[in-house]
């Protein structure tokens, strides 16, 4: 896994947290390296009205590890900053938990491009999504 100053870094993203929406919709960090991350979020209340995994829940998941694989990789006193997001659903979860597995497809000085791939508890896949970063330093 992936070092940082403050350890592995699932440590590093626990103590960060993935902000309001992420906790709001239920999602839990699995892994978290600069090679993969993990996440999970239930279904059950991040649904359509017809009872169907919101797409813009798979998007909210996927952006969410995709931003934080980004700023573990851009390390300290830089940011990166999500500038193009894209999906493509090809199942609805209905119940259980989704799991979203991040990997890099590009991982630069400044832009980076990461791949989620959303699977059901059977691990079919429900939605692609890619996320490109520009990555800038914070200001002094």
């Known amino acids: ?52 995994m919101h797409g813009g ?16 990789h851009a390390g300290h006193g830089r940011l990166a900053v999500g500038v193009d997001i894209n999906a493509t659903h090809t199942r609805s979860a209905t119940s259980g938990l989704v799991t979203g597995v991040c990997t890099p497809v590009h991982l630069g000085r400044s832009i980076t491009v990461h791949e989620i791939v959303v699977t059901d508890d059977q691990g079919r896949r429900c939605s692609t999504i890619r996320i490109t970063n ?5 200001p002094v």
Not at 5 to 21: C, I, K, P, Q
Not at 29 to 48: I, K, L, S, Y
Not at 134 to 138: A, C, E
């Open 1 to 52: 896994m992936s070092e940082t100053v403050s350890g592995t870094g699932l440590d590093w993203a626990t103590a960060r947290g993935m902000g309001a929406l992420a906790e709001k919709m239920g999602m839990e960090f699995v892994e978290f390296a600069t090679d993969r991350c993990v996440a999970t979020m239930p279904v059950e209340g991040n649904t359509q009205p017809v009872g169907l």
């Open 57 to 72: 829940a798979y998007v909210v998941l996927g952006e969410s590890l995709g931003s934080m694989a980004a700023n573990l």
């Open 134 to 138: 520009m990555i800038k330093d914070l």
